[in-house]
């Protein structure tokens, strides 16, 4: 098992870095098609995703469950717990966009009234109900009917045809620059019944993520605070905007779960340890929360000897999994040792060996072997 672990860890590693570096370019996609860039972008990210043929196939249309996890994805707020669900007699939890679909209807980015009981996942979304997904994602200034009418008038033949539903909704889209129309030399049409395509979907997306990052909606917002507490500080930690770093070199406590010993543990023994508190920055932004998990092995097992040597017992982290079920490369390192009084120092590494021990609970300092960025958000861990 130790042997199987090992490996999983080299592999897991090897998995984490070779997918952060990945970039996804579409046979599909010409380098000049209108939403290229959009499309390169989101994808990179994972926002949206191609198909098993390596194709992004632009023109397809996007269901409803598959706009509103692309739209979840592009917020950040796919790791957001939804206490009090939304029920639909067309889906059910077990239903693989279920999730998303909540968070959405939580964020009041779709709008619904107590007397619909369809969700209707598999339909094709609308170019009207993409765009008034984006606006609803936001905080807007209050415009008119005759407003809306007037801005839309001027640039879209087919303003007029418009339901009043969307009016609004196109209008504040047209002011923020938002709408979404493929370049023509005619005047645009908004198309607003037509059902959006996959390019659409991602300029859309991208549209609505870079005005939330300066007007979301109120529930946005909230979420998109970086969330602070009380816990262990870490000095040289810094803060850019939503994003910590924790610098490599820092020293991290862990709580081991089990017992180790130089007397009775063995090199590449495996163990599990939690975060005793939350690690913060000096500002107390939260960057790991209490009861992360963290996961390596013993790297350096020396048994006390007498007239020999004092223990050593070297501990290699890996992985840490996050309060956000994220599993991720955490490398740190960290060494057992006990403080002793000058006399006690030379007694033991002279006469009698030191023996070395940890106990389940106890702390144990980890040095940091490589930068870690964290959002402050939601807590996610930037896989680089």
Excluded: C
């Excluded at 801005?151 to 007029?160: C, G, H, R, T, W």
């Excluded at 009016?167 to 645009?188: N, T, Y």
């Excluded at 500080?233 to 070199?249: D, F, K, L, R, Y």
């Excluded at 350096?300 to 956000?324: A, H, P, Q, Y």
């Amino acid at each position: 098992m130790k042997r199987l672990f090992k490996i999983f860890l080299s592999a897991a590693l090897f998995t984490f870095s070779l997918g952060s570096a990945m970039a996804f370019d579409f046979p599909d996609v010409a380098k000049d098609h209108w939403a290229a860039s959009q499309i390169q972008l989101l994808s990179d990210q994972g926002v949206i995703v191609g198909y098993p043929d390596g194709t992004f196939k632009p023109d397809e249309n996007v269901t409803r469950a598959e706009f509103a996890s692309m739209a979840i994805k592009a917020l950040g707020q796919e790791h957001t717990k939804v206490a009090q669900p939304v029920n639909f007699t067309d889906i059910t939890n077990d239903y693989w966009a279920y999730d998303a679909i909540q968070k959405a209807l939580y964020f009041e980015l779709i709008s619904y009234s107590n007397t619909d009981t369809n969700f209707r996942p598999d339909d094709s979304v609308s170019r009207e109900e993409a765009m008034t997904v984006a606006v609803n994602a936001l905080t807007t200034e209050q415009i008119s009917p005759a407003k809306a009418r007037e801005v839309l008038a001027n640039k879209y033949a087919d303003s007029d045809t418009i339901s009043e539903d969307f009016l609004i909704a196109a209008g504040k889209s047209e002011i923020l620059g938002m709408i979404v129309v493929e370049p023509s030399g005619e005047k645009a049409l908004l198309e607003a019944d037509r059902p959006a395509t996959r390019a659409e979907v991602a300029a859309i997306l991208f549209n609505m993520r870079e005005q939330a990052k300066l007007n979301p909606n109120a529930k946005l917002a909230e979420a998109m605070r970086k969330k602070t507490g009380e816990g262990y500080v870490i000095e040289n930690a810094t803060v850019q905007g939503s994003i910590g770093t924790i610098p490599a070199g820092a020293v991290i406590p862990i709580k081991l779960t089990q017992y180790v010993s130089t007397q009775s543990s063995k090199d590449g023994d495996v163990y599990v340890a939690v975060a005793p508190q939350n690690y913060i920055t000096n500002d107390k932004f939260i960057l790991i929360y209490e009861k992360a998990n963290f996961k390596g092995q013993l790297l350096d097992v020396r048994s006390g000897k007498w007239f020999v040597r004092n223990g050593v017992l070297v501990l290699e982290n890996s992985l840490i999994t996050t309060n956000n079920d994220q599993t991720t490369s955490f490398p740190a390192t960290g060494e057992l040792y006990k403080n002793r009084n000058w006399f006690m120092k030379f007694v033991r590494a002279t006469l009698k060996g030191e023996k070395l021990e940890a106990a389940p609970t106890d702390i144990v300092y980890m040095r940091l072997l490589k930068p870690i960025k964290v959002d402050l958000t939601n807590g996610w861990i930037y896989e680089e």
